[in-house]
């Protein structure tokens, strides 16, 4: 079974850094894109940065130059480095990732998601 198991968010001031991380385990053959995406209350799901399997990345407009998305893929983790945190960042962050793997003798490739982490930021 694959699953992804994300690091702890916490509770940090405006202006203040924190680093995600969200590693993959189970029979994984390979691991497309990865990304992250966060849920404020109230408000949808939106997507925050993404990252393709070489290494290409792409940021919402709201965190383009104060958030990093970076993989390692010996370790079939994607984590995310946040910078000049603002309150309105204050989510439930998710990491997603599409993974090809083995169920039985088969082959699947399918998007998973971690379980949510919550980042607070106090003004």
């Known amino acids: 079974q694959v699953q992804l198991v994300e690091s702890r968010g916490g509770l940090v001031q405006a202006g203040g850094s924190l680093r995600l991380s969200c590693a993959a385990s189970?029979?994984?053959?390979?691991?497309?894109?990865m990304g992250w995406y966060r849920q404020a209350p109230g408000k949808q799901r939106e997507l925050v940065a993404t990252?393709?399997?070489?290494?290409?990345?792409n940021y919402a407009n709201s965190v383009k130059g104060r958030f990093t998305i970076s993989r390692d893929n010996a370790k079939n983790t994607v984590y995310l480095q946040m910078h000049s945190l603002k309150p309105e960042d204050t989510a439930v962050y998710y990491c997603n990732a599409n993974i090809k793997y083995l169920r039985t003798i088969y082959y699947y490739t399918e998007d998973f998601w971690g379980q949510g982490t919550q980042v607070t930021v106090s003004s």
């Open positions: 990252i393709s399997s070489s290494g290409s990345t």
């Open positions: 189970g029979k994984i053959s390979g691991i497309n894109a």
